[in-house]
Nanobody, 115 residues
Framework: QVQLVESGGGLVQPGGSLRLSCAAS????????MGWYRQAPGKQRELVAR???????NYADSVKGRFTISRDNTKNTVYLQMNSLKPEDTAVYYC?????????WGKGTLVTVSS
């Protein structure tokens, strides 16, 4: 079992930045993937970015060049640095980890990009 606690969401103006954090606890030693998904109102949940053990990363096309995912294995924490935020980035952001093929989810943190 893995527990995930997210932080860092909030209200930001277009063009601004936010950093999301997600701390994992529990059986963390076998986590293979850590990442972030988001779900906007009326839309399906989508992958934003993920980082695989070993360091390789994947990003949604819509966030490439603006968002950066990183992972601190000593703290079992994954971060999402979001720059140049746009109104269309408004969504609930969910932390996700994959442990032995099982997906675990955080409760989500709301990011609102609005002037």
């Amino acid at each position: 079992q893995v527990q995930l606690v997210e932080s860092g969401g909030g209200l930001v103006q277009p063009g601004g930045s936010l950093r999301l954090s997600c701390a994992a606890s529990g059986s963390t030693f076998s986590i293979s993937v850590m990442g972030w998904y988001r779900q906007a109102p009326g839309k399906q949940r989508e992958l934003v970015a993920r980082i695989i053990t070993g360091g390789s990363t994947n990003y949604a096309d819509s966030v490439k060049g603006r968002f950066t995912i990183s992972r601190d294995n000593t703290k079992n924490t994954v971060y999402l640095q979001m720059n140049s935020l746009k109104p269309e980035d408004t969504a609930v952001y969910y932390c996700n980890v994959v442990l032995r093929g099982t997906y675990y989810w955080g409760k989500g943190t709301l990011v609102t990009v609005s002037s």
